[in-house]
């Protein structure tokens, strides 16, 4: 199966849908972006680019909210906190400071930018 997400005039993802690979093979029985993205397109109408849950294609599966940036042909979640930063090589924002690594449960303090184990 395929995954093809529709984006909006600001290249925010609306929609995602699967497709069955027939849906997207050429005339040589090719799988072929262009072809699942025409299918899209005939079918709903709209602006479509090919997402995949292995990370393989753009780096991160597309979901609702998620921007395309053609630049980086990657599609990146919305920033969770201020503070945090965009790692070029994954497009997921990173924190300031790191989780630590030590088994406990912590959640992210955008106030102290800090992580902060809860009581």
Known sequence: MAHFARLDENNIVTQVIVVHNNECLDANGNESEVVGINFCNN???GV???TSYNGKMRKN???IGYTYDENRDAFIPPKPYASWQLNEDTCL???PIPKPD???FYTWNEITVS????E
Do not use: I, V
């Open 115 to 118: 992580w902060d184990q809860p």
């Open 48 to 50: 479509w680019k090919q």
């Open 102 to 104: 030590d088994g406990n």
């Open 61 to 63: 599966y597309a979901g």
């Open 93 to 95: 924002w990173n924190p």
């Open 43 to 45: 079918l709903l109408g």
